[in-house]
Nanobody, 126 residues
Framework: VQLQASGGGLVQAGGSLRLSCAAS????????VGWFRQAPGKEREFVAA????????DYAGSVKGRFTISRDNDENTVYLQMNSLKPEDTAVYYC????????????????????WGQGTLVTVSS
């Protein structure tokens, strides 16, 4: 599956952005999807993940209550709505996907994903 992340940009602290991860090439509706981010000089970290059914999601503690992950399997797209952005959210955001058999499985470890998008830069100014 090929993944294309988009929607990044420059936003002031407190603002919002919505990232999109568009998939092609496979039956995306049976792929669990996650968002990860990597800030300069830091390791890639988990942000949010969603099961292929859309019925279960998980979030990093640092974004819980501010970010929402969702998916539209008819459009082969997963979204990350980011509200109340903070300067520490500045990073390159990556979406990742992999096939899972269980409709409620959520993958939060980057080692569990075989397919990655190219990343989209989010910059939050103070």
């Amino acid at each position: 599956v090929q993944l294309q992340a988009s929607g990044g940009g420059l936003v002031q602290a407190g603002g919002s952005l919505r990232l999109s991860c568009a998939a092609s090439g496979h039956t995306f509706s049976v792929f669990a999807v996650g968002w990860f981010r990597q800030a300069p000089g830091k390791e890639r970290e988990f942000v949010a993940a969603i099961s292929w059914s859309g019925g279960r999601s998980d979030y990093a503690g640092s974004v819980k209550g501010r970010f929402t992950i969702s998916r539209d399997n008819d459009e082969n797209t997963v979204y990350l709505q980011m509200n109340s952005l903070k300067p520490e959210d500045t990073a390159v955001y990556y979406c990742a996907a992999d096939y899972v058999s269980h409709p409620w499985a959520v993958l939060i470890d980057n080692k569990q994903y075989d397919y990655w998008g190219q990343g989209t830069l989010v910059t939050v100014s103070s």
